[in-house]
């Protein structure tokens, strides 16, 4: 029998306040873990997950009230001085969060972020011996050697994330707390990842702590799940325990919700509407967006050739009114680059892009953004478009005032209105709110409503759901679908959950390595794939229902 390694006790957490009642986003939470042990912390978004995390590791700003006690081994991490906490976080706990860029400095090169890592905390290590330990632990998470010289900004955020995930395991600690460490990344690396971190629990004695929203993912790679609720943990069990027989309420909705994204019964049946005489409203033909790798001098000299990646390359397809057609592929396929080329926000190497007749890629960019009232995007990170200095209800209104849409009478009715539909209410206190005061789920919600209020014909998706747990998720798609019906609109739906794409998508597109591999009919994609790679992505799609029959 293992003593505990990591023990919370009644830890209460509450932000600053405008008012006197004190408000606690975590309340009397209580947990151990054990040597080599993987627990995973589920709730819906604003649950309080990620704030008992911070928490924990003491990093949260010093105007929260926290009480409570922490230990790590027989230590109290509330009593550590700066030196012990420095060596605490980075040799006894590494943590892994949900942005990346959190961690990664945009002007130093990934090598540049091994070598600082280990360097400040085995100074033993000469450069030679920390580079050969950099790289092995890079390419443990697919990050290649040839990628040691390039920025964050040059990678997907999928592989930001792997990044971060390798400096965390740079140092062989024994807590790994990771606060949704592949939301951004496919199903294929997400697999591969987490059954990186279960082999170092198994060989190192490495707890985990995975905070996630994804119960398929929880219940497949941890031991135990807690469930959190309104900052309280309401349930916790042995997971095959928690999974088939939940006893709080709360927990039965989150994996009645989660089990209604990944029914597997069969879709139902709508026509194809590729089949029909309609003409598309997205054309794309041959697109091609490549991008040039600066070599050095000495490169140079002897290739006398630029190193091309080939984000885009030669794409196809057709969007039909009233379709929503899944675009899916691994982190770093292209998907993003296809959508923002399709968009002109960046200008493609070559091919075309129609819309609504009308061929794009030859218009002036003022032409361009005539057309961008009619073609709104939904990013994966909320907060990439949403200005944190401005209210919710000023940001919503932005795209009504830039496209001369409405009076600010009007505006504000209109983003009332629209923020009620997203489910954010009361809807008068959440306008006057700032981005930072919501959750990410929050701000997702708010950045769909923001694309929505212009009403245009065809909204891209960039993981919008991808940050959700799955009771908001369920309600998200469902919004998404009432108001695709309402306003007649056209989704292209990027994703790397292959269920959610199932849940929504009329038809399915492949993406892998810049090329569409194989597009058919969603029920075809799932039930007949014939492309090597779609058979890997669905064979490596954690499945719910298969963690609870299991």
Known sequence: MFDPLFCVEHLRVAYPSRSDTVTWAVDDVSFSLKPGEKLGLVGESGCGKSTLGRAAMRLLPSSTKVEGRVTFGEKSVFEMNPNQLRRFRGEAV????????????????????????????????????????????????????????????????????????????????????????????????????????????????????????????????????????????????????????????????????????????????????????????????????????????????????????????????????????????????????????????????????????????????????????????????????????????????????????????AAKSQVLAMLERVELTPASEYSERYPGELSGGQQQRVAIARALITHPQLVIYDEPVSMLDASVQSQVLALMLDLKQEFNLTYLFITHDLWVARYLCDRIAVMNAGKIVEMGSTEDIFKHPQHPYTKTLLNAAPLLARSINS
């Open 94 to 409: 590494a943590l892994v969060f949900q942005d990346p860029m959190t961690r990664l400095d945009p002007l130093m090169t990934i090598g540049e972020h091994c070598i600082e890592t280990l360097n400040a905390h085995q100074p033993q290590l000469s450069r030679s011996q920390a580079k050969e330990k950099a790289i092995e632990t890079l390419e443990s998470v697919k990050i290649p050697a040839s990628r040691w010289s390039q920025y964050p900004h040059e990678f997907s955020g999928g592989m930001r994330q792997r990044v971060a995930i390798a400096l965390a395991l740079l140092l062989d600690p024994k807590l790994i707390v990771a606060d949704e460490p592949t939301t951004s990344l496919d199903v294929t690396i997400s697999a591969q990842i987490l059954q990186e971190l279960t082999r170092l629990c198994e060989e190192r004695g490495t707890a985990i702590l995975l905070i996630s929203h994804d119960l398929a993912m929880v219940g497949e790679y941890c031991d135990r799940m807690a469930v959190m609720y309104a900052g309280k943990m309401v349930e916790m069990n042995f997971t095959d325990q928690l999974l088939q027989q939940p006893q709080h309420e709360y927990t039965r909705s989150l994996l009645n919700a989660a089990l209604h994204i990944q029914a597997v019964e069969d879709p139902s049946e709508t026509p194809l509407i590729s089949e029909n005489k309609a003409k598309p409203l997205l054309s794309v033909k041959n697109l091609q967006q490549y991008y040039s790798l600066e070599s050095n001098l000495i490169q140079q000299f002897f290739t006398r050739k630029q190193t091309a990646i080939k984000a885009v390359d030669g794409v196809s397809l057709d969007l039909y009114p009233g379709e929503i057609l899944g675009l899916v592929g691994e982190s770093g396929c292209g998907k993003s680059t296809l959508s923002r080329s399709i968009l002109q926000l960046v200008r493609p190497t070559g091919g075309t892009v129609e819309f609504a007749g009308t061929e794009l890629t030859n218009l002036s960019l003022p032409k361009v953004r005539s057309y961008r009232r009619q073609m709104q995007m939904v990013f994966q990170d909320p907060l990439a478009c949403l200005n944190p200095m401005m209210t919710i209800g000023q940001a919503i209104s932005d795209p009504l005032f830039i496209h001369k849409l409405a009076t600010p009478e």
